[in-house]
């Protein structure tokens, strides 16, 4: 897709889609929503540091990074 | 930054409701806007703005008063629109009144007929979230690419590259119904 399909395609997209207003506001006051939310939802713990699985990813990310360089293009196209 | 903002920032870190409610205040209407941008949906832009400020009350002890909370709170705000993409149905649900209550005024290109225009509202919808978002904020909102970038939490670079790949897959699917753009 060149230069000129891009830009037709961003037209339609516009046209199709257009902006939504700068002066959009919330129809009412959502702190009371927040503060019943708070109340009955506790917060999360903080994680304090990486979960098992994340470390898993990342160990199998470098393993098939440093036996198959030729998937870094691909690991890059998917991020 | 002036000091009773700091200071704000400082107690919020320290979980003080009150300074929460400050920020809330203060920040709710850019959030929702930012969020109304992704969904086009006023309702579900209320619920995520709720949702982000969870997220956000949530994730407190990991925030850094000197990076400034507006761009934290715009990352959360897309990471909360996107997992909501991702949940919901592909087609758009939303009614036409709707969607022209929340659309800034605009010039209609008379060469692109109702017909079209609806069609590629909802071969777009169809897209895969992360590139939908990319293209909503770069391509149809206009915003700065900088600014996409931070909120995804991704490079200029790829941000570029999403909204290529969703241009190139939104045209894919409009040649499949017959429509040639």
Redesign the interface.
Known sequence: MNKDDQNRMKKLLQQALPPVKDDSEPSRDLWPAMLRRLDTRPAAPELTGWAWFDGALAAGLVALIAFSPASIPVILYYL | MQNGESDVLNQFQQGD?AAF?TL??QH??AV??WI??IT?N?AA??DL??ET??RI???R??FDPARGFEGWARRIATRATLDWLRAKKTESELSAET?AE?????E??PA?TAE???K??IA?SRLPPKLRIA??LA????QPQKDVAAALG?SVA?VK?RV?RA??L??KDLERQGIT?
């Open positions: 409701v409610e809330f205040h709710q209407r929702y806007g109304l941008r086009r006023p832009a209320e703005t709720i400020f969870w009350f949530s994730a002890a990991r969607l929340v659309a800034a005024p605009f209609a290109d692109v079209i225009r609806r590629t509202a777009f293209a909503t391509v149809i909102e206009e991704i790829a590259l290529f241009l190139r939104l045209r753009p």
